[in-house]
């Protein structure tokens, strides 16, 4: 089976600007997790999608926001990003998350100037 | 203070020693992951351990539910080994991850 692919998986943009990442599961896997990953934060749970639905939130502001799509693809979005966005964005797909062992994409280096 | 705690933060040993992590959370959980991460970024999940101890060649992992501890040990330690190990449990009640700080492991040839 093909791994969990995100995309893009470099990208540079200014303040103010927004950004879509996208996900795309391994295949039969309902669940996708986001991830935000900084040196100084480490990694922090952004938010999880279930079957088209969000199923649970980390701790972030409402400029953070996602979906999923009938085929578990997922796409998270960043409006009026800020220079502290700049991060490692992961994206993990599991069969239906909870303690199911979750597969990591590559990520999406965002960096906001 | 940190809901998870990693011990060390960094550690570097010699090629075919012994090395243990250790991970202390302070939350109620369900299960723990141990996440590998390479230099680029990748992350691959080790173990998920809800109770007692597993191993997968080298590498093992126990917990102590009433304790709130975990450990992972890397038995014959290898200069691929080197990467940074990240404890994460499994909130019970939230089914959220959260992540400890990481342990940065280099292991010299």
């Known amino acids: 089976k093909a791994g969990v692919t995100q995309t893009p998986r470099y990208l540079i943009k200014t303040r103010g600007q927004q950004v879509t990442l996208s996900c795309s599961p391994i295949s039969g896997h309902r669940s996708v997790s986001w991830y935000q990953q900084t040196p100084g934060q480490g990694l922090q749970f952004l938010f999880e999608y279930f079957s088209e639905t969000q199923r649970n939130k980390g701790n972030f502001p409402g400029r953070f926001s996602g979906r999923q799509f009938s085929n578990s693809r997922s796409e998270m979005n960043v409006s009026t990003l800020e220079l502290g966005d700049s991060a490692l964005y992961l994206c993990?797909?599991?069969?239906?998350?909870?303690?199911?062992?979750?597969?990591f994409g590559p990520g999406t280096r965002l960096t906001v100037l | 203070k940190n809901e998870v705690e990693q011990s060390p933060q960094n550690l570097t040993a010699q090629e075919g020693e012994f090395i243990t992590i250790n991970c202390s959370y302070s939350v109620g959980i369900s299960a723990l992951h141990w996440l590998q991460q390479h230099p680029g970024g990748g992350i691959v999940s080790l173990f998920m351990?809800?109770?007692g101890k597993k191993k997968h060649g080298r590498l093992i992992a126990t917990i102590n539910i009433q304790e709130k501890h975990s450990s992972l040990h890397i038995t014959a330690s290898h200069p691929r080994d080197s990467a940074v190990y990240i404890c994460?449990?499994?909130?019970?009640?939230?089914?959220?991850?959260?992540f400890g700080s990481g342990t940065q492991l280099t292991v010299l040839p």
């Open positions: 993990a797909s599991s069969l239906n998350g909870g303690p199911d062992t979750q597969y």
């Open positions: 351990l809800s109770s």
């Open positions: 994460a449990p499994l909130s019970g009640s939230a089914r959220q991850l959260t």
